[in-house]
Each structure stands twice: as structure tokens, then as C-alpha cells.
């Protein structure tokens, strides 16, 4: 899952993207309000985390013009704000959720995937693809009864991949959700972790069907053969 983050203070932003890095997001960060919604508009995020004070626009601006250009992104915005005008103004702008500045780290990924769960059933998720099973609250992911260990990029691409279960995912789609924007479009990366990706879902386990299957010319899918 790939994720914005708009903050001006420079400490702030790379603190969030260090934390949510280890939690298996792909993050960008951008510390100005004219040049974030212009990457917001432009790229193809999971969730944005928008600060409500930031140069160039602030965050009500961003979040209004995002929503204009029928964007349904989910946007938690950050304030150090805590009175309820500037949560009634940043609700009503388009954002999602809300939170005060200083928060607890835990509190924050918890928003955040609750957000990413949206639309979803109500309760814990777990995505199931035969007997693949993957928890996104706790990164646990099994096949059968063992438990796969993996690093923090193979869970994110493996999580994009269940996500759309049966579906063929191109290049371009799982770059765009796993990788941040400083990736090289033209490498062999996306192949290269789909290698990695086998290896611990399919070839460890060779009584039990492949689970992932390459679409020649399209891309991969997972599951629904």
C-alpha cells in the first residue's frame, strides 16, 4: 500500500515515513501544500496523511481540491490544533479522520488501517487465497499451519496481490502501490520479488498448488486460475 504524506516540518515527515516503512507502506513524503496536491493528483495512493498547516496551500485547500477532482482517496489530517472549529473545517474539507498533533505512533496506524479497511467487512480482516491466509493488523501470514516469514517489501507486495485476488495485476498497478516514487520504472524489480515472493508461497510447499501465476505480456495474479 503506498501512502502521501504532506507535513512541512522536514523531522516530522521523515520520523512517519521511517514508521510507516517499517509497518510494509511504500511512502513519499512532500513538504509543501501546492507541490503535494500536485502529487496527489497526479499518482495513484492508497491514503494521504495531510498536515492542516502548510505552505504554499494548506491543508483544507488541498483536501477541498483533491475531492474536486473526484479523488476518493482516504485523507487523515494532522494539526496541532485541537479545537473543535479546525476538526468541524478539516472534516468538512474531504478529510476522513482527524488527528491532534503530538499523538501516540500506535494511534495513528491504527487510523490508518481502519481507513485502508474501508469497505470492507466489519471486524478483523484476513485475506484467504486456497490456504494462504494474511492478517494486515498483524502481518501474520500463513500458509496452512506454517507461518511465512518475509521481508517488509515481499508483505506489501503480497498483501497488493491479495488484495485483488484473481485479478491481473500489471507492472505499472503493483509499482504504483508498493514501490515509493523514487523507483526506476524500467527495472526488473517487480520480477525480482515475485521470484522472492515464490520461493516462500509456492515452491516451499510443492504438494499444494502455485498460488501465483504470471499472465504472459500482462502481468500476475494471484489465486483464481
Not at 513524503?29 to 496527489?40: F, K, P, R
Not at 491504527?110 to 486456497?130: F, K, P
Not at 501470514?141 to 498483501?159: C, N
Request: charged letters at 30%.
Amino acid at each position: 500500500m503506498r501512502i502521501l504524506i504532506i507535513e512541512d516540518e522536514v523531522k516530522v515527515a521523515n520520523s512517519l515515513k521511517t514508521i510507516l516503512e517499517a509497518e510494509s507502506y511504500a511512502v513519499d513524503t512532500c513538504n509543501d501544500g501546492s507541490d503535494g496536491l500536485e502529487m496527489a493528483l497526479m499518482e495513484d495512493y492508497d491514503l494521504i496523511v495531510l498536515d492542516l498547516g502548510l505552505p504554499g496551500l494548506n491543508g483544507v485547500e488541498v483536501s477541498r481540491k483533491i475531492r474536486a477532482h473526484k479523488k476518493t482517496v482516504p485523507i487523515i489530517m494532522l494539526t496541532a490544533r485541537d479545537a473543535i472549529e479546525s476538526k468541524i473545517v478539516g472534516l468538512d474539507s474531504g478529510a476522513d479522520d482527524y488527528i491532534v498533533k503530538p499523538f501516540e505512533t500506535e494511534e495513528l496506524l491504527a487510523r490508518i488501517r481502519a481507513l485502508l479497511r474501508r469497505g470492507q467487512s466489519s471486524g478483523e480482516v484476513t485475506y484467504l487465497v486456497d490456504d494462504l491466509a494474511l492478517n494486515p493488523s498483524s502481518h501474520i501470514v500463513k500458509r496452512g499451519d506454517k507461518e511465512l516469514v518475509l521481508s517488509a517489501k515481499e508483505y506489501a507486495l503480497l498483501e497488493f496481490l491479495m488484495r485483488h485476488h484473481g485479478q491481473i495485476m500489471t507492472k505499472q498497478q503493483i509499482i504504483d502501490h508498493v514501490w515509493d516514487i523514487d523507483i526506476d520504472p524500467f527495472s526488473n524489480v517487480v520480477d525480482v520479488y515475485i521470484g522472492y515472493l515464490r520461493a516462500k508461497v509456492d515452491k516451499v510447499f510443492p504438494r499444494q498448488s502455485a498460488l501465483i501465476t504470471t499472465v504472459k505480456g500482462l502481468g500476475y495474479r494471484i489465486g483464481d486460475k
